[in-house]
């Protein structure tokens, strides 16, 4: 009765104490996997929140830089000409802003009205510096609204180079009627949104680019 008692007995407390270690290392090594894959999370989320922005404001840039100088009908005064009396694809341009003209809106009828005052028929794209509700070192405005917030751009990459129909990169304040080809790029940086690196002072940067090649040029 002896040896059947003796050969079920229970855990020792060094074996306990051993299990419970070997616990421990295994939780705690899923709980730093598991705050990592978390961290890693986090900071993508941001990139893509941000990365998304960045590109629908790219998307409208490009969409009406590629409209610009569409005149189907006769322009009135509203419309800026040259001193030809033809109306201006581009009003002004530079590395740091752009102002463009067309007439492809209607205010009745379904016929462009010779006007350039509707929405999207004269618009300027400029830098300007961040606001409280639209932060950064700079944004992307336009016709003065904040379009992107938190814009980076190097002094080796402006927001907008130009190039003419030969292809040739243009100066920085470009003769309007030269321009055939517009590039766009820009980033986008915030603060990394995780613990560590926040006290690190990491960011969370994306980069973008496009090119327009403008019509009636």
């Known amino acids: ?28 090594a899923l709980y730093g996997f598991n705050r990592q894959q978390l961290l890693s999370l986090l900071s993508q989320e941001a990139r893509t929140a941000t990365l998304e922005d ?16 569409s005149f189907p009908a006769a322009t009135d005064a509203t419309c800026m000409k040259d ?16 102002h463009i003209q067309t007439d492809t809106q209607s205010t009745g009828g379904g016929d462009p009205d010779g006007k350039c005052t509707a929405t ?23 016709n003065g609204v904040c379009l992107v917030a938190n814009v ?11 190039f003419d129909i030969n292809d040739s990169q243009l100066a920085a304040i470009p003769p309007v009627d030269a321009v055939k080809r517009v590039r766009i790029q820009f980033s986008v940086e915030i603060p990394d949104p995780t613990p560590q690196a926040k006290r690190e002072g990491k960011t969370v940067k994306s980069s973008l680019s496009s090119s327009v090649t403008l019509r009636n040029s």
Do not use: H, Q, W
């Open 152 to 162: 980076v751009i190097s002094s080796r990459e402006p927001l907008l180079t130009y």
């Open 1 to 28: 009765m002896k040896e059947i008692f003796r050969s079920a007995r229970g855990f020792t407390t060094i074996e306990l104490l051993g299990a419970t270690l070997c616990a421990a290392i295994l939780l705690s």
């Open 120 to 142: 999207g028929e004269n618009v300027t794209y400029d830098i300007g510096s961040g606001t409280s509700t639209c932060p950064g070192p700079m944004i992307i405005r336009r």
């Open 83 to 98: 001193d030809s009396g033809n109306p201006l694809r581009l009003i002004s341009a530079s590395s740091t802003s752009i």
């Open 54 to 69: 960045a590109r629908g404001a790219l998307d409208i840039m490009v969409r009406e830089l590629r409209n610009a100088g």
